[in-house]
Each structure stands twice: as structure tokens, then as C-alpha cells.
């Protein structure tokens, strides 16, 4: 007959409870700015720019505001983000940065 310890059960349990209580802390509909959404890892890994600033400045659309963002033409814009991303519209680039904080949030 063999004895065997088994250890770190605890240490699981207790990071599936912290897993259930941020899954549970995202529910419902989030507010989550710009700068949350797209840092600075996330543009450097996914676009020709350095920051989210960068990308805003040189798309060639002054965007100083939620409202001027939201004045741009959906055709245009999705036509930058193909030609200076890795994504194939916008989106697609917000899908993709959700999942990431989304991921971050919920601690993976």
C-alpha cells in the first residue's frame, strides 16, 4: 500500500473563489475609457504606433472628444485601422481589447 500527501488544494480553491468573484464583479454593463481599453502594450503589439495617443493624433481626424470619435465615418475609420493595425476593422480592434481586459479583469 502506498501513502501519498496530496497539498495545494487550498491554493486552487482559493484562486477559483477569486476567479468566481471577478467574474461575478463583471456583470451587468461597464463603462471603460479609451485609455483602459487600448494601453500601451496593446498598440505597441497590434499597431504601427507607441500609444494610444499616437494613433489618435496621426489618423488624420481630430479627436479631441468622445463626440468628434463617435463624427467619424464608420468606412473611414475602419480603413485606418486596416491599413495601420493588425486588425481588419474596428470591430474587430474593440473585440480584441475587450477580451484582453476582460481577461485581465478576471485574473488570467
Same mark, same amino acid.
Do not use: C, R
Given at each position: 500500500?502506498?501513502? /501519498? ?8 480553491? &482559493? ?8 467574474? &461575478? ?12 481599453? /487600448?494601453? =500601451?502594450? *496593446? ?13 489618435? &493624433?496621426?489618423?488624420? *481626424? !481630430? ?5 468628434? *470619435? =463617435?463624427?467619424?465615418?464608420?468606412? =473611414?475609420?475602419? !480603413? ?23 481577461? !485581465?479583469?478576471?485574473? *488570467?
Amino acid at each position: 500500500m502506498f501513502n /501519498f500527501k496530496m497539498e495545494g488544494f487550498d491554493k486552487l480553491q &482559493k484562486k477559483l473563489n477569486d476567479l468566481q468573484k471577478n467574474v &461575478k464583479d463583471l456583470e451587468g454593463e461597464k463603462q471603460v475609457s479609451f485609455k483602459e481599453l /487600448f494601453t =500601451q502594450e *496593446f498598440i505597441k503589439e497590434n499597431t504601427n504606433f507607441e500609444n494610444l495617443d499616437d494613433m489618435l &493624433k496621426k489618423s488624420g *481626424f !481630430k479627436i479631441e472628444s468622445q463626440e468628434d *470619435f =463617435q463624427q467619424i465615418p464608420d468606412d =473611414q475609420w475602419d !480603413k485606418f485601422i486596416a491599413g495601420n493595425t493588425k486588425f481588419k476593422n474596428w470591430e474587430e480592434m474593440l473585440n480584441n481589447a475587450i477580451k484582453i481586459w476582460t481577461g !485581465k479583469k478576471i485574473g *488570467f
